[in-house]
């Protein structure tokens, strides 16, 4: 039994599904190496330690930024009641 041709289309879209795939797989690759960049010493972690240790960043990163909000606005309602007196 012989097989059926392919029509012209399928081809064309097989194609366009392979270039849109590999764009993806670059941009992948190029956000993963930024966050690379961001992380303290994630330059030869694998993929999913990278992902992994990003994410305990960011937890760090908003705490230690609530932190700062806590401090300020300690320091500010001090200044505030030291200009009452």
């Known amino acids: 039994m012989a097989s059926k041709p392919r029509a012209k289309n399928s081809s064309i879209w097989t194609e366009r599904q ?26 030869s972690m694998d993929t999913a330690a ?11 990163l908003q705490a230690e930024a609530h932190a700062l ?3 300020n606005r300690r320091i500010f309602q001090h200044v505030q009641q030291r200009r009452l007196m």
């Open 18 to 43: 392979s270039v849109v795939a590999r764009q993806r797989r670059g941009r992948i690759r190029e956000k993963l190496q930024e966050l690379r960049e961001l992380v303290p010493d994630a330059e």
């Open 50 to 60: 990278l992902l992994d240790e990003a994410t305990l960043y960011v937890a760090f």
């Open 69 to 71: 909000g806590d401090g």
